[in-house]
């Protein structure tokens, strides 16, 4: 931007450089000051708030949404709608609140984040995955209290992050490997698998499956054992 009428030929100036700026537009404002912040501010103002707009959104299409490398954790209660059958509705509703809150207490333990509960199922994330494994199997465990299996899977990959929310093809990942596990079964994908070797967590090979809406087959594994390490 520059004034139209300044004491010095500053126009010739600004086209240069509006020439030589990628995308730049030249503006010339009303008035005589060499320096456009002074002098009508008002005009000035106008054309700066547009130009911060586009230049903001224009800034999201091209970035797009961060992306962060995150294990993501999906539990599921087995055969909740037998148990709610048998159970009735209020007493089924109070086991499923004291299921929440054991999950969420692990969670905290682990330093796992919850991004959604959906009905019975757990959905969360960690930045390692050996923490999620631990998790997953004390999620398990706490939940056997109640006469309660849960099946549970684990994935590790780049995740996109919009606000509050967690996506990508790695969520979906993990989502179908948590479809597969049996019951009281802690599932993960290979690449969890080759990121916690030597973490003392003992895997069992449980071949490959398709996984629906992924392509190609995966190599899943069982956690047998989820011990610490000993230094």
């Known amino acids: 931007m520059y004034r139209a009428a300044p ?4 126009e010739q100036n600004g086209r240069y450089l509006a020439e030589h700026i990628p995308t730049a537009r030249l503006v010339g404002l009303p008035g005589a000051d060499i320096s456009p912040s002074r002098g009508d501010q008002e005009v000035l103002f106008a054309e700066l708030e547009p130009f911060l707009g586009e230049s903001a959104e224009d800034g999201a299409l091209e970035h797009g949404p961060d992306r962060v490398l995150a294990t993501v954790l ?3 209660l087995v055969d909740s709608t037998a148990h709610a059958s048998e159970l009735g ?3 089924w509703r109070e086991i499923v609140e004291e299921h929440h809150r054991l999950v969420r207490t692990q969670l ?3 330093r796992g984040r ?5 009905g019975d199922g757990f959905f969360a994330t960690f930045d390692g995955p050996a923490r999620a494994i631990r998790c997953a199997c004390a999620i398990r465990d706490a939940v056997r209290e109640l006469d ?5 899977g684990l994935h590790t990959g780049e995740c996109e992050l ?3 929310k967690v996506g990508g093809i790695a969520v979906h990942i993990g989502a179908r490997v948590a479809s597969i596990a049996q ?14 070797a030597g973490s003392g967590i003992g895997l069992n090979d449980r071949g490959q499956h398709p996984l629906k809406g992924v392509a190609g087959e995966w190599q899943l594994y069982s956690v047998a054992t989820a011990t610490e390490p000993t230094l």
């Open 7 to 10: 004491p010095l030929p500053l």
């Open 74 to 76: 999906f539990t599921d």
């Open 89 to 91: 509705d209020r007493r």
């Open 108 to 110: 905290g333990y682990f």
């Open 114 to 118: 919850e991004i959604d509960t959906a």
């Open 148 to 152: 309660l299996e849960i099946r549970a």
């Open 162 to 164: 919009m606000d509050d």
């Open 183 to 196: 019951p009281g079964e802690v599932l993960v994908s290979r690449t969890v698998r080759d990121l916690v």
